[in-house]
């Protein structure tokens, strides 16, 4: 009788969930940590809508009673990176069109140059279906959630929306996701090529760069919090299926690019 048994049949049943979560792939282990993220935030956000509205009115209050509504948002550097950061994702836009049209760096080109090339399909990618179609062509047109200055509790002349109620209060750039937070989250892709150290930085200063952003949006009244959240996830997303787009393509290429999956 064959009395051979597998790792998972020798170990005690409970540990036999943490053995399979270990033998998941790493890129299926991150989906699934997005796939839960994503649901809690929505089931926080649209069962307790006053979280959204709690937080919207001590910023609105934050300045005291003899400002006006939102006065924070008015800060020179608050307003300095609303205006700012569209240009700096245009911006980036361009360089990265720019990188994929150079030709192959040589031997002798710049270390640095050839890494950003190799980074710019990632970016361009998270860029293009991230930023401009998931969030700005796609919900902020479409969801048509009203702005928290706009609102009537804070203020405003419109109804309150959570982001489980699609309307038509808001007919274009509404307030459901943060276009510039999205901005912001954007940089996490920058990581995408890098080996797993250095890409847990990229990762982390996107998450600081888009919520920082995301905050002087708050802080302008431009945005709920909701906006912000499903604005960072949307790009993590969008970055988790570029990567898996680009491993695909490069092991078709050949086993000189699979240190990329690194």
């Not at 009395?3 to 969930?17: C, I, N, V, W, Y």
């Not at 709690?54 to 509504?69: C, F, H, K, V, W």
């Not at 245009?90 to 890494?115: E, F, I, K, Q, T």
């Amino acid at each position: 009788m064959n009395r051979s048994t597998t790792p998972a049949q020798s170990l005690p049943p409970r540990a036999a969930p943490a053995l399979a979560w270990t033998h998941l792939r790493l890129r299926h282990r991150r989906m699934l940590v997005w796939l839960m993220a994503t649901a809690s935030a929505w089931m926080l956000f649209a069962n307790w809508p006053g979280i959204d509205l709690s937080i919207s009115t001590e910023l609105m209050n934050a300045g005291g009673p003899d400002q006006p509504r939102f006065a924070f948002g008015q800060w020179t550097a608050v307003r300095v990176v609303y205006e700012v950061v569209p240009w700096l994702g245009r911006g980036a836009l361009l360089a990265c069109l720019v990188l994929l049209m150079l030709p192959r760096p040589g031997r002798h080109s710049s270390a640095a140059l050839g890494r950003w090339r190799q980074r710019a399909p990632a970016m361009l990618l998270v860029l293009v279906v991230g930023l401009w179609l998931v969030v700005n062509a796609g919900f902020k047109e479409h969801w048509g959630r009203p702005r928290p200055q706009h609102v009537e509790v804070l203020g405003g002349h419109q109804p309150f929306r959570s982001i489980a109620e699609p309307s038509s209060l808001c007919g274009r750039n509404c307030s459901f996701p943060s276009g510039h937070a999205a901005t912001g989250f954007v940089v996490m892709a920058a990581g995408l090529r890098a080996g797993a150290s250095r890409r847990r930085r990229w990762a982390w200063a996107g998450l600081i760069l888009g919520t920082l952003v995301g905050l002087g949006r708050m802080l302008q009244g431009g945005h709920f919090a909701s906006d912000v959240v499903f604005a960072g996830l949307m790009i993590w997303g969008v970055t988790l299926a570029a990567q898996q787009m680009l491993l695909r393509w490069r092991a078709a290429r050949g086993p000189q690019n699979s240190s990329w999956r690194r």
